[in-house]
């Protein structure tokens, strides 16, 4: 079971290794995004964003279990728009430039795009400037790069063409609202910048940081739960025995 943690304040959440953002961080990292998703969809009332990001799934390093690396960090956002679209407003400086040390990159690509808007070379200098990973809603390349250079990547799916002539940055550190693929019973995900960023092998969360506390208390309570459960299941007791003794279900 997890220690309790302290109470947020403002102030706190932006300063040393020893705030309560650090030890959100550090209890993040131990919990798995299943477990995470449950306890979003559990908040009352609803959180006004995080949630999971279906369909996105990890590329790199790779998806073989060794490999397996619980990726957390905070929201680092980046809106990709059509080439074509001259009214969205562009950055003064390279979106990866501007990436904090220890964020996790979260990429939004238009709707339908096709191809990359990552790949192995901005991949290497995400990692260079210390990006923890980085989620893609679209596509990356390059997954040859990407994995030798060992940063994690979440997307969903790769392609062989590159950002230009058919994408380009937009809005940085802005909010973004990431839908699942169609079709789809799963309402789209809104991420603010410095909200919580959870990815492994089943996928990518997103904690609101203001209910980052509340999630992990509802997270902790349902994993010890789970926990009876297993070993009541281990023990060769029913599936329906055991959920209704400690699920009430």
Avoid at 48 to 64: A, K, N, Q, V
Avoid at 189 to 194: A, I, K, L, N, S
Wanted: with cysteine; hydrophobic share 40%.
């Amino acid at each position: 079971m997890l220690p309790l943690l302290p109470a947020l304040s403002h102030r706190a959440m932006s300063s040393s290794s020893s705030s309560p953002t650090a030890h959100i961080l550090a209890h993040l990292a131990r919990t798995p995004t299943c477990v995470l998703s449950d306890a979003l969809l559990t908040l009352d009332p609803p959180a006004e964003s995080g949630g999971p990001l279906p369909d996105i799934l990890p590329l790199s390093p790779t998806r073989d279990p060794k490999d397996d690396e619980r990726v957390v960090g905070e929201a680092y956002t980046v809106q990709m728009v059509d080439a074509k679209d001259k009214d969205a407003p562009k950055p003064s400086e390279h979106f990866v430039d501007t990436a904090p040390e220890g964020s996790v990159m979260v990429i939004s690509a238009p709707e339908g795009a096709k191809n990359a808007v990552l790949g192995g070379l901005l991949g290497i200098a995400a990692k260079a400037r210390g990006v923890r990973g980085v989620v893609v809603s679209g596509r990356v390349r390059d997954l040859g790069e990407l994995r030798e250079a060992k940063l994690p990547v979440f997307a969903h799916g790769q392609s062989t063409l590159g950002q230009s002539p058919f994408t380009r940055p937009s809005l940085l550190s802005h909010p973004l609202t990431i839908h699942p693929l169609p079709p789809s019973n799963v309402p789209p995900t809104c991420v603010e910048p410095g909200d919580y960023v959870v990815a492994d092998l089943d996928g990518v969360v997103v904690v609101p940081r203001a209910r980052a506390e509340e999630v992990l208390k509802i997270a902790r309570k349902a994993e010890e739960v789970d926990g009876r459960v297993e070993e009541d299941l281990r023990a060769g007791k029913g599936v329906k025995e055991t959920f209704g003794k400690w699920r009430g279900k």
